[in-house]
C-alpha cells in the first residue's frame, strides 16, 4: 500500500472533526450571530482551517476547539 503523505492518521482526523463539531456546537448554543446564514460558511472554514493547522501541534481536541474559537473570535468573517 502507498502511503499519502497528505492524508492524516485516522487519530489526528477524528480529533479534528471532533474539535470542529464541538467549535460549531459551541457557538449554536450561544446564539452567535456568527452562526447565522449570512457568516456560517465563513465561520466553518475559518474554523475548519485553524483546527487543521493547529492539529500538529499535539493538541487535543479542547485544546483545538478552544484555539479556534479564540481564533475565530479575534479574526471573525467580514460581512
Given amino acids: ?3 499519502n503523505p497528505l492524508a492524516f492518521e485516522s487519530s489526528k482526523t477524528r480529533r479534528i472533526c471532533d474539535a ?7 457557538l ?3 446564539g452567535s450571530d ?9 465561520t466553518r472554514t475559518i474554523l475548519a482551517k485553524r483546527i487543521i493547522e493547529m492539529a500538529d501541534q499535539g493538541l487535543d481536541v479542547t485544546e483545538l476547539r478552544d484555539d479556534a474559537l479564540a481564533f475565530v473570535q479575534h479574526n471573525p468573517p467580514s460581512g
Wanted: glycine residues 4%; hydrophobic residues 55%; proline residues 0%.
Fill in 1 to 3: 500500500m502507498v502511503e
Fill in 20 to 26: 470542529f463539531d464541538d467549535a460549531w456546537a459551541f
Fill in 28 to 30: 449554536q448554543g450561544l
Fill in 34 to 42: 456568527l452562526t447565522d446564514a449570512s457568516k456560517s460558511l465563513a
